[in-house]
């Protein structure tokens, strides 16, 4: 019986996800990616080799892995050429590649414009990638979106650019902005459009033949759950849904079809970006973590924030994904901290709360509630087994799967697939 598996971030994005994928993709014969854009970033080291991705799926590096981007993504084709070319310059030549024709297409008036809404925002700006993700989603809801498919018809496409560009240089008029002219970029995106032809079909009738066919599918994510535009810390959130519950709508399956949902975790927590995070901290340990870690954006190369674990983040996460299982990565960064906090409630006005509030400034205001563990020193980054960790290493994945009632089927001892140790079988 075949599996199809969603990998979905616990957090605010960058726990590992890029790796988990990699490391499940061997077993599997399908990967998908879902939502979002460029904006996203996995690392993957490969043959003692670090890639960076930002659209293509992971599976990429495997010539017998069906890689699919999906109908929920917005893609900027100029990027995704870019990629491409990246990876054949490192030999990465021999692949399976489909991008749906469904999927939107990130505009070069969409970067400009979320440069602008950004300004405008001012002290209250979401700390967003700028690279024209939200305004490109506000186009798709606003229908009057680019799709792939029209990048691949230019007796329409020029019709379809100019409705497009209205609106948005009403906003650049105002702002006494440089206006867009359809006829500066049609020829460029005609162009883009035929490079990517090859590999455009519809997806989502790919995947439900693919499905009949018994195949192993993987749903890799993007961005983090606590980042969903629905259920995450809004406004400080992306312009799509990487929740589990996302996947039917953004590649055209049934949600009777995902047989396991795995949350990836970090065994600490990072945010990239501006917007509340309760645990947060910054001292000589905070310092410690981020270099051992090597805690920069994969996309923007920012120094990403630091706190302890947040089981309530992880609870709401763990709710709304109906998880089947955990991963936690980076367990070896911990290795040499004497004390190691996990975060079990916060106090909101002198009560003790175990969700997350809806309004921001409600959120802004909960203290977090601690439980104290001791650290261990040793280097774990040669365990095979869990049996092998320390002591006080087993107690703190012991606690995390106390509090969550979710069992971790996954940990990661360092950045290599072979630093990766398999509690339960996924595939």
Known sequence: ???????????????????????????ADVVVRSQGGNNAGH???FNNKKYALHLIPSGIFNPNIINIMANGMV??????????????????????LYISNRAHVVMPYHIKLDELFEKIKGKNAVGTTKKGIGPAYADKVSRIGIRICDL??????????????????????????????????????????????????????????????????LFEGAQGTMLCIDHGTYPYVTSSSPTAASIPLNTGIASKYITDVIGVTKAYTTRVGSGVFPTEFEDET??????????????????????????????????????????????DVLSGIEYIKICTGYLLDGKEIDYIPADYSEYSKCIPIYEVYPGWKEDITKVKTFDELPENCQNYLKAIEKHLEVNVTIFSVGPDRLQTVTLKKIF
């Open 1 to 27: 019986m075949s599996k199809r598996v969603v990998v979905v971030g616990t957090q605010w994005g960058d726990e590992g996800k890029g790796k988990i994928t990699d490391y499940l993709a061997n077993k």
């Open 43 to 45: 690392t993957i080291l």
């Open 75 to 96: 893609i900027n084709p100029k990027a995704l050429i870019e990629e491409l070319n990246t990876l054949k310059s490192k030999g990465i030549t021999d692949f399976q």
């Open 152 to 217: 691949l018809n230019p007796k329409t496409l020029e019709s379809k650019i100019e409705t497009s560009i209205k609106f948005a240089n009403i906003y650049f008029k105002s702002q006494n902005m440089k206006e867009f002219k359809t006829k500066d970029i049609l020829d460029e995106y005609i162009k883009l459009g035929n490079e990517i032809r090859p590999f455009v079909c519809d997806t989502g009738l790919l995947l439900n033949n693919l499905i009949k066919e018994d195949k192993n599918i």
């Open 286 to 331: 905070a310092k410690t973590i981020r270099e051992v870690g090597h805690e920069y954006g994969t996309t923007t190369k920012r120094p990403r924030r630091i706190g302890w674990l947040d089981l309530v983040v992880l609870k709401h996460v763990a709710r709304i994904n109906g998880l089947t299982g955990l991963c936690i990565m980076l367990l």
